[in-house]
């Protein structure tokens, strides 16, 4: 398996840890160091971080996994993932095809770092934007 190979395939499995949800399997795919930034620019030191913020986000979330690009960047590997968020708000209303877009580095296997962007902002500021009929 060459190393871009292994850096999705490291994404791949530490996503599905986190939706399962299983903060403690997520985490052994991460660097002890591993620098997180979701948006608004909030910054976690580790898995229990994502889990404590999107528990007081949402009741519940999950991917709708879409795209795997990548890059190679000699040191580590860039890789994006896209797709949509689905869940329920704190008050029970469903919601989907809310738009995210993850970027991870990947070095010696480890995730380094990652960034994280999606529509929730806007769909709590509006909620008429997101509602499942």
């Not at 399962?20 to 948006?39: E, G, N, R």
């Not at 993932?81 to 991870?104: C, H, I, K, M, V």
Request: glycine residues 10%; without cysteine.
């Amino acid at each position: 398996m060459s190393g871009i190979e292994q850096a999705v395939e490291v994404v791949k499995k530490f996503l599905a840890a986190s939706m399962a949800p299983d903060a403690v399997l997520a985490a052994t795919y991460m660097h002890p160091q591993v620098s997180i930034t979701f948006t608004g620019k909030r910054e976690f030191p580790g898995t229990k971080g994502i889990t404590d913020f999107n528990g007081a986000r949402y009741k519940w979330v999950k991917k709708s996994l879409g795209q795997f690009d990548w890059m190679d960047r000699g040191d580590h590997v860039v890789v994006y993932s896209n797709g949509t968020l689905y869940g329920e708000w704190p008050d029970g209303q469903p919601f989907a095809g809310n738009r995210y877009l993850d970027r991870y580095e990947v070095r010696d296997g480890l995730i380094v770092k990652m960034d994280v962007w999606n529509d929730s902002a806007e769909w709590i500021l509006m909620p008429e934007i997101g509602r499942v009929e």
